[in-house]
């Protein structure tokens, strides 16, 4: 079973950094892209980050430049690095894998970010 699970989230003043982890333990042969998304408390989950099977990568505008998406193949592991960390980083951090084809995508659980100032 694909199943995102994620971990790496934690307490960090302003400035500081994290970096998310995001293990799918089973990858399908029709795995099109991994993504990060974020919903902080009353706020809609945004997409954060997104790279695909073929290395593509994308970011919402308010990251580019502080956060990292990349894969690490032999441990089957996606990460997030997250450098110069805001207040309005602060939110559940979830992995997201979309397969080919499909309408909805396998979500993890998420993680907690919380950025102080």
């Not at 993504?35 to 980050?49: D, F, I, K, M, T």
């Not at 602060?90 to 100032?117: F, L, M, P």
């Amino acid at each position: 079973q694909v199943q995102p699970v994620e971990s790496g989230g934690g307490l960090v003043q302003a400035g500081g950094s994290l970096r998310l982890s995001c293990v799918v333990s089973i990858i399908p042969f029709d795995l099109h892209s991994i993504a990060w998304h974020r919903q902080a408390p009353g706020n809609e989950r945004e997409l954060v980050a997104q790279i695909t099977e073929a290395g593509t990568t994308t970011y919402v505008d308010s990251v580019k430049g502080r956060f990292t998406i990349s894969k690490d193949s032999t441990k089957k592991t996606w990460l997030l690095q997250m450098n110069r960390l805001k207040p309005e980083d602060t939110g559940v951090y979830y992995c997201a894998a979309r397969i080919w084809g499909s309408i909805e995508d396998i979500w993890g659980q998420g993680t907690q970010v919380t950025v102080s100032s």
